[in-house]
């Protein structure tokens, strides 16, 4: 078997068959269109009542995909962003975690080289192989979930937490808009976020999700794509299986005030 074919195999979790084999109609309706890329929440000013932690390169953002023949697993380690937090009314809080796939690896299997494979695969999928327009690579090469509506927050004001040592731990779920690969999709995440230091000037804050945000990878027009993005029309039908398009993503990190 091929390098190639492997690496496909070990990709096919990634969508299912139906994506591409069904109707104009229902092809149309499960395709998001792109987007222009949107601006940065850190180039945005701070509101007034609110402080700013930037998120720290390292964290992970980690997607597990659970199909018939195996899981699909990779991550990014290669974080960004930006927490506009307000310790008063913390449901007043916004921001926007950045994942940069060009540091995706995969961890599916326990040969490196067929990981290398997958992880090669897995680019051209999102559509920033090596041979892709600069301009299109760096705009779907950064993944981006934007908090526009803290729905829910275990306590009004970071002070009413209950401090274990230096911490205070907040439950959000939050609301906002996941884009990949130059597609929205409005999603709700549940979160934890636990605040270091004095309540009213936190030190640090580390963030972790507390249940798999789950996107669509039809929706995002995630599919077999060369190195120069060209999609690679009967790839899956090679591998003669019909998969689930779910993916199980899970974000954690840290972030520090804004200097």
Do not use: Y
Request: glycine content about 8%; proline content about 5%; overall charge neutral.
């Amino acid at each position: 078997m091929s390098r190639r074919l492997m690496g496909l195999m070990g990709l096919i979790g990634l969508v299912g068959l139906a994506s591409f084999g069904c109707s104009k109609k229902e092809a149309e309706a499960q395709a998001a269109q792109q987007t222009a890329p949107p601006v940065a929440a850190s180039a945005k000013a701070v509101a007034v009542g609110k402080k700013r932690f930037v998120v720290k390169e390292s964290g992970s953002v980690a997607v597990m995909i659970d199909a018939p023949l195996e899981k699909f697993k990779g991550e990014t380690k290669k974080l960004s962003g930006v927490f506009d937090v307000d310790v008063q009314d913390l449901g007043n809080s916004t921001g926007e975690v950045v994942a940069d796939l060009d540091g995706f690896v995969t961890s599916t299997f326990t040969d490196p080289d067929k990981n290398e494979s997958q992880t090669e695969h897995a680019k051209n999928w999102f559509q920033i192989g090596e041979k892709v327009e600069k301009a299109e690579r760096d705009d779907f090469r950064m993944a981006r979930f934007t908090i526009e509506k803290i729905e829910k927050s275990s306590v009004k004001a970071l002070a009413d937490a209950k401090a274990e040592g230096p911490a205070r731990t907040i439950h959000f779920t939050a609301k906002g808009t996941l884009r990949v690969h130059g597609r929205p999709s409005p999603k709700t995440v549940e979160v934890d976020v636990t605040f270091q230091g004095p309540a009213d000037a936190p030190t640090n804050l580390s963030f972790k999700t507390t249940a798999p945000l789950v996107a669509s990878l039809s929706e995002h027009d995630v599919k077999p794509r060369d190195v120069a993005g060209q999609f690679l029309a009967g790839a899956l039908e090679k591998v003669g299986k019909k998969m689930d398009d779910k993916a199980q993503i899970t974000i954690e990190g840290a972030a520090s005030p804004q200097n």
